[in-house]
């Protein structure tokens, strides 16, 4: 698998857990969270070419997977990802609300997802 076919995977899966969770649908929504979660390590293993591949979903159409990867990428593309979740924290709902609490984290220096 090549980096980028994992960071379709992931942003298939976060966009199903986030899906599942406005459904109620909690058993769905942990299935993908575990498979998005997989997608990670399996991109962490490619080093700094899997963080390129998954900083590419800055862009991506859904709010929900642009947060999930700059929450992931925060240490590694510090501007571009807090630009990304300063954004979402500007909105409303559930996404919103995950954007402030990665930037509250990151600012208290307890975020600390992806390790150098």
Known sequence: MTPESIVEDFAHH??????????????????H????????????????????????????SRMDVRVASAAELLRYRTDEAKAVLEQAARGEGLTAFEASEVLKQWDAGVWNLDQA
């Not at 199903?16 to 299935?31: M, P, S």
């Not at 979660?37 to 991506?60: I, N, P, V």
């Open 33 to 60: 969270a575990k498979k998005y979660m997989a997608a990670l390590k399996k991109l962490r293993g490619f080093g700094d070419a899997g963080r390129e591949a998954l900083s590419l979903l800055f862009t991506h």
């Open 14 to 31: 976060v966009a199903a857990q986030t899906d599942a969770i406005f459904r109620g649908d909690a058993k769905t929504g942990n299935k």
